[in-house]
């Protein structure tokens, strides 16, 4: 018998996180299980996480270096590979300056430090330039709380008496929030989903709001009129502790049931029972938005709506409501005080100033066509890592045409992806059963550290890449540490948690306990210390203050040629973005693309189930086969299309020039399509 | 014994189990190989799942002719052990809830065996509509929903606000 040995870390098949039981027979993974000491997912598992074992020794992994040469692809030896790339960094820099080298970090690598590693690494190479998957995931909805409450809260699933889920789908995008969720109900919650689809966590809600794609604000506001109407708010919190809800009052007004029904097709009856119920476990409501809202042209002043219900209904950082988080105070690796570099112009900073000032990220969208025109100054040079726009951006001919001209281009992942092919050097990438990081759980204020479980020879982690690329540049000094535990353990130094305590704690550490109601005592973390439903700091910068709602376009100015109105991007549970379509069993279970569309349209196309139909936008075209659902799961209409697929690419129709004003963030889930049966 | 409780108004049909346990019998995802079966009927929004409960008098022990079906000692599973299943699809017939499914590539009968006392589908269940408990606890769940009205309705609730 082989020895068998149980290591715990975390997975990181998607962001969810949860703690894992990783069996290892002669030193090889053969099992992956849950954990059942962490709080955070009590042992329970997806399927994904035990498929990380075919993941790290899945044959087409990348292990060795590529160099792009005239026969194509070859293998070089890494240490060349380290040295060609800076050599050809420094002449970049020479010849067009050190902003000209920009940094993607991607989905696939895991947020914490490794994140910051990139953000500190191009800094201290002198350009502002990083960009990331976050122009697209995740800022919008930061933003609308954060501009709302100073922070984007958690909700408080089991202490509440109303969960809401808010284009969002938990079973498929967060599996391990689903227990969370129902933990609450099996408690005596209600839950309400808003989704144009019947999604999976709405085959159990109470009530289903299926508005029609990108309406979320004036549902929103339609609430929030009704609850005053209703003198069902929470007068004591809105006079103390918020500012602008007069004028928040009066433009809400207009939002009565009846218009709401106009705007989004949520019966009036309906807009009014759950405002009714909201109200009814007021404070315990727990809201949570999901993708769905941001990927709009009104998306952030939507989300801000949304965000304005916690404050209103009381619920904002009490029991069994939005919750505020205490962060962990840990070194940061970020270079934003130290060597600021606005002055340089980041990519898109000028016309999405919310998107640098809150996140330093610029954006990628306008990166595509900084790359293409060399305006406002060329960017020349790109290291990638762990991303994959040429399927996930929007408008991907252009986004391969971009990459594709680059003077370098490096891209760091486990797998050749379409991305990789555009790449001059293609670096084999560490999965997270190689890498030491810190991760937090915000719901429980726990810090949890992974390990580094397996070690293939030529295979950086994300530190020792940065580490040995920054010392052949002349920036070593920013990477002192000598490798990702030296560095977790400096990251770890202002805390009362030290780097071998929290080895010996798989389950995690709560870094600090959870308090509710820590406005008594301490502001917002917002301009005027108070939660905004005006602000003043987006007036001045020529935006509106108030969380207007403008109808999506689809519906304002209906383009007769495009009929159809596409969502793009609702997850599938074995998929992650764009990952995992190697794993052989997942393709048993989800063989390829398809789109989802009503019966009624069906009919009309004379299209039958699994039949290929063509659908068209501004952009581009895509062939893919139908889905027939029930009448009852989409709106007529309607249709929705997975992204990720390099067999039907979703993004060969969606638009890079149509974007939320505040945020940047593309149009992706009201694109204007016809459809044709082929 | 412990059997594997199903919560129908906790299921959400995302068919983490039934992959979970198609991938301990086959190594593939093919949900007809699982042994748990949801089903999902979106007019009535209904998720149910449902796997074999492991019948105290067990029908299709009794009318297996081949004597393949025994109940396992330490874990209370009543198990087909393939070697000695004739294949002749009696068992199907005698489950009343339709637990057990015909597998035309090995053409033997299959069923749930608990996983040797540790079911996959409860392990990769992430709504916890699946538990595994003692079969007297079994469904006490329906008490705490009952438990938690009765709270809410006498005010006895006193936590937080």
Known sequence: MPERETVQTLCRMCDDRCAINVYLEDGKIVDIDGYKEHPWNRGRLCVKARAAVDMVYHPERLLKPLKRTKRGFEEIPLQQALDEIAERLLAIKDKHGARSISIWKGEAIGFAQEEDMARRFVHALGSPNYFSNDSMCYNGRYFGYRLVEGSWPVPDYENSRCVVIWGANPPHAHPNMTQMIMRARKAGAK???????????????????????????????????????????????????????????????????????????????????????????????????????????????????????????????????????????????????????????????????????????????????????????????????????????????????????????????????????????????????????????????????????????????????????????????????????????????????????????????????????????????????????????????????????????????????????????????????????????????????????????????????????????????????????????????????????????????????????????????????????? | MRIVEVDPTSCVACRNCEYACAFKQTGDFDIKDSNIRVNFYPEERACIPWTCVHCGEGWCMEVCPAGAILRNPETGAVEIDANHCAGCKMCLLACPSGSIHFDKVELVSKKCDLCGGDPACVKFCTSGALQFVEEEEAYSFRRESLDNKLKRLFGLNKRGS
């Open chain 1, 191 to 678: 839950l309400i989903v808003v989704d144009p689809r019947m999604s999976a966590i709405a085959r159990q809600a109470d009530l289903h709001a299926d508005l029609k794609p990108g309406t979320d604000g004036a549902l929103a506001l339609g609430l929030i009129q009704q609850l005053i109407e209703t003198q069902g708010y929470d007068r004591e919190f809105v006079e103390h502790y918020t500012v602008g809800f007069t004028e928040l009052a009066e433009y809400a007004k207009a939002f009565s049931p009846e218009r709401v029904e106009e705007q989004t097709g949520v019966a009036a009856a309906v807009v009014r029972e759950l405002a009714r119920t909201i109200a009814a476990a007021a404070p315990r409501v727990a809201v949570y938005v999901g993708n769905g809202p941001e990927h709009h042209e009104n998306g952030i002043n939507n989300i801000r709506a949304v965000a304005c219900l916690d404050a209103i209904l009381g619920a904002l950082d009490r029991e069994g409501g939005n919750r505020l988080v205490e962060g962990f105070k840990a070194n940061h690796l970020t270079l934003y005080d130290e060597i600021p570099l606005e002055h340089l112009g980041p990519i898109g900073a000028d016309r999405f100033p919310v998107l640098y000032g809150f996140r330093q990220e610029c954006h990628t969208m306008t990166g595509i066509n900084t790359i293409l025109s060399g305006e406002p100054y060329p960017i020349r040079a790109m290291i990638l890592t762990a991303a994959n726009p040429a399927l996930t951006n929007p408008n991907t001919l252009k986004v391969r045409e971009a990459l594709g001209s680059l003077d370098l281009f490096v891209v760091r992942d486990l797998f050749m992806t379409p991305t990789a092919e555009l790449a001059d050097y293609v670096l084999p990438a560490a999965s997270f059963l190689e890498r030491v990081e810190l991760h937090t759980h915000a719901k429980y204020q726990r810090i949890t550290m992974t390990r580094k479980i397996l070690k293939f020879p030529d295979v950086q982690d994300e530190y020792q890449f940065w580490h040995d690329l920054a010392h052949r540049l002349g920036i070593g000094e920013y990477f002192p540490w000598e490798d990702e535990t030296e560095l977790t353990r400096w990251i770890l130094e202002p805390t009362d948690i030290s780097l071998e305590r929290a080895a010996a704690h798989p389950e995690g550490i709560e870094y600090t306990p959870i308090r509710y109601r820590k406005w008594e005592k301490e502001p917002f973390n917002t301009p005027s210390g108070k939660v905004e439903f005006s602000s003043q700091y987006l007036k001045d910068l020529g935006y509106p203050a108030l969380p207007e709602y403008k109808p999506p376009a689809y519906l304002e100015s209906p383009d007769p040629e495009y009929p159809f109105v596409l969502i793009t991007g609702a997850r599938k549970l074995i998929y992650y973005h764009s990952r995992f379509r190697n794993i052989k069993r997942f393709r048993t279970a989800i063989p390829g693309p398809e789109v989802e569309l009503h019966p009624e349209d069906a009919a009309a196309l004379g299209v039958a189930d699994g039949d290929s139909i063509r659908i068209t936008s501004r952009i581009g075209s895509v062939e893919v086969p139908a889905k027939i659902k029930s009448a009852v799961e989409i709106l007529p209409g309607t249709l929705q299309m997975t992204h990720g697929w390099k067999e039907a690419n979703v993004n060969l129709l969606t638009h890079d020039d149509r974007f939320d004003p505040i945020s940047g963030f593309p149009l992706m889930k009201a694109v204007e399509v016809q459809v044709e049966n082929v």
